[in-house]
């Protein structure tokens, strides 16, 4: 009787051990089996390179475009079998369903948007940065942005940290972050300071060198960027335990320094 008991036993653990082995390697719950859809947004110079075609982008490559893939390898899922479709900004802050499985378009975790859509595990550290245009008095304070024009994109932390932390004497000019209106803004002098995250205007001003007054600062706000999903994905796990896996063996910090190439910490910070 102790052996049959013992033989139950075994079995039991055997299936179990094999049910919890079967969920680990199971296919991730993407919304086409075999196939990733990953959302992204242009511009977005050194996150993703490349010319919008439609709802698609032509010879990509960037930051975000080299994290998708490693995440699609992470998920046993091919590059060939990587999607990609343009979901402008403003629009994947929504809620509601989500015509792929993340955007990775530098979106900064905060518990509001929290509150509507689901992040990933963070894959990117930023603060906001201060793109000013030619001729404007560099600041050296966050006081000093005060009297100058600013201007962020909009929906980003950038213009709320502009309207409820900064609140400065004129009104902040707000562009669409689904074009170049903002960098435009500063290029031409309309906008003096461009509140932005700090590798998105970094990218900007070395790839269009001369046309501003320069990363003049960087504002410590502790943001962190998240892959967007719909509410309640149940791919959240998946892809959180994938950009794990890619920060813990140095995949990730390889992909920073190879596209952004700056040391973050050489850039005075605003108090």
Avoid at 57 to 84: C, M, R, Y
Wanted: glycine content about 8%; charged content about 15%.
């Amino acid at each position: 009787m102790r052996r049959i008991a013992l033989a139950a036993a075994a079995l039991v653990v055997c299936a179990t051990t094999a049910v919890a082995a079967s969920a680990q390697t199971a296919a991730p719950p993407t919304k086409q089996a075999g196939k990733l859809i990953v959302g992204f947004d242009l511009p977005a110079p050194a996150f993703w390179n490349g010319r919008a075609s439609g709802n698609t982008i032509k010879h990509p490559t960037g930051f975000e475009h080299s994290l998708s893939l490693d995440i699609a390898k992470q998920l046993g899922i091919s590059a060939a079998n990587v999607q990609f479709l343009r979901a402008p900004f403003s629009t994947i802050l929504l809620g509601g369903k989500k015509p792929y499985d993340f955007a990775l378009e530098e979106t900064t975790i905060t518990p509001a948007r929290a509150r509507v859509i689901s992040f990933s595990s963070s894959y990117f550290s930023a603060n906001q940065g201060v793109l000013i245009a030619k001729g404007t008095p560099k600041p050296t304070k966050i006081s000093d942005l005060k009297s100058l024009q600013t201007c962020a994109q909009a929906s980003t932390t950038g213009l709320d940290w502009i309207q409820h932390k900064l609140r400065p004497a004129k009104k902040p000019h707000v562009y669409s972050a689904s074009s170049t209106a903002a960098f435009d803004a500063v290029q031409a002098g309309t906008c003096q300071a461009l509140i932005l995250d700090v590798p998105i205007i970094v990218s900007q001003a070395k790839k269009k060198p001369g046309a501003y007054g320069g990363v003049v600062a960087q504002i410590d706000t502790h943001e962190g960027y998240g892959a967007v999903m719909a509410k309640n994905s149940p791919l959240k796990p998946y892809v959180s335990k994938a950009i794990n896996t890619l920060s813990k063996n140095g995949t990730i910090g390889k992909l920073i320094f190879r596209w952004f190439g700056y040391y973050p910490y050489k850039i005075p910070v605003l108090k």
